[in-house]
């Protein structure tokens, strides 16, 4: 068999519980390529051109039956948001050639999916196909979302983003800051703090040199914090609290800080939670899922699109090329390696 007849394949290996995970929980194979004759009515042969990367995905890699997102399944291909091209297809609505967004794209080379699954992208999409796991991806989806839904920001008002300068926080601080918000960045590096800056940002600092989290952020936003988007959890979240206004809404996107903790012993406890109660604040989670097919994706798309075609808008992407270092991407989400938001090139 030669190579043409194969493709690469990334499957779950094992599950990590609690702790960081490894490259131990990936195995890279490689696998006999699928072909047009075996397709069945309303299958779609795609070869994988883009995977998103997304700090989600360790939820997944736990093995637990009671999360929010189904476990990855021992020696089945891991998955997530991709966009591909039409090698062949037995759909009368999708033809070879078509870009495709492929909601639960298989981390292989090339992939048999149902044709019900995928969304058309539009004509001439192939030059900027990345895009649509990038900028127009979920992780920008879901800073819309979480920001107008939850948010619901004023003009004037000040708004804390931590992870600033991740897939999801880029977007929250340019939207803001288009809103006319005073934004607050927190990265952790100075590059990542001077991307920040660039994008928006009127104050952001480095939160592994700050010193204590408390009066790092009163010294950014001496006049308080009315709305936070929060992607750390942990004790940044709970210093936060302690600087929250009257009326503040805390926007819940992810805790990656207590991602890998060993156990529920290590896990922080929240001391602040009840200036929630004294700052009649709103603390809310945010699965974008549900948006979907709403509205709120068509606002997302018309906003941001034009932000973007006009050059109002810059997105920083952390790429991987090559299917075998996807699992690398996926860890260096964990330990400040990554820098944007993080994609590989199939």
């Given at each position: 068999m030669s190579s043409s007849d194969l493709i690469t394949r990334v499957l779950a290996n094992k599950y990590s519980p609690n702790g960081a995970p490894s490259l131990d929980n990936f195995?890279?194979?490689?696998?006999?390529?699928?072909?047009?004759?075996?397709?069945?009515?309303?299958?779609?042969?795609?070869?994988?051109?883009?995977?998103s990367v997304d700090p989600y995905q360790r939820g997944r890699l736990s093995g637990a039956t009671n999360s929010f997102v189904p476990r990855y399944e021992l020696n089945e291909p891991i998955y997530n948001f991709g966009v591909a091209v039409v090698e062949a297809a037995t759909s009368t609505g999708i033809a070879e050639g078509d870009i495709v967004a492929v909601p639960n794209a298989s981390w292989e080379t090339k992939s048999v999916v149902?044709?019900?699954?995928?969304?058309?992208?539009?004509?001439?999409?192939?030059?900027n196909a990345r895009d649509f796991v990038t900028v127009f991806g979920m992780p920008s989806f879901t800073a819309f979302v979480g920001l107008t839904t939850i948010g619901k920001p004023k003009a004037g008002e000040t708004?804390?983003?931590?992870?600033?300068?991740g897939a999801v926080g880029q977007i929250v601080v340019q939207l803001a800051k288009a809103r006319g918000l005073r934004v607050v960045g927190v990265?952790?590096?100075?590059?990542?703090?001077?991307?920040?800056?660039?994008?928006?940002?009127?104050?952001?600092?480095n939160y592994k040199t700050c010193g204590t989290f408390t009066e790092a952020i009163k010294q950014a936003a001496p006049e308080g914090i009315d709305i936070y988007f929060d992607n750390v959890g942990g004790e940044f979240l709970d210093a936060t609290l302690a600087n929250i206004n009257t009326?503040?809404?805390?926007?819940?996107c992810g805790m990656i800080s207590q991602y890998n903790v060993k156990s529920a012993d290590e896990a922080y406890g929240l001391k602040n939670t009840f200036n929630i109660v004294t700052k009649t604040a709103t603390f809310?989670?945010?699965?974008?899922?549900?948006?979907?097919?709403?509205?709120?994706?068509?606002?997302?798309?018309?906003?941001?699109?034009?932000?973007?075609k006009e050059g109002k808008l810059r997105y920083r992407i952390d790429e991987t090329t090559g299917l075998?270092?996807?699992p690398q991407a996926v860890l260096n989400l964990f330990d400040g390696k990554s820098f944007g938001k993080s994609v590989v090139k199939v």
């Open positions: 195995k890279v194979v490689s696998a006999p390529a699928p072909t047009k004759d075996s397709l069945k009515e309303n299958q779609v042969l795609v070869r994988n051109l883009y995977l149902n044709a019900g699954t995928l969304r058309k992208l539009p004509t001439g999409t192939m030059d708004i804390l983003v931590s992870s600033a300068s990265a952790g590096s100075d590059d990542k703090v001077e991307l920040v800056k660039s994008i928006g940002a009127d104050a952001a600092f009326g503040a809404r805390i926007v819940s809310q989670g945010i699965l974008v899922g549900k948006y979907y097919g709403s509205p709120t994706e068509d606002e997302f798309m018309a906003e941001v699109g034009k932000l973007y075998e270092n996807a």
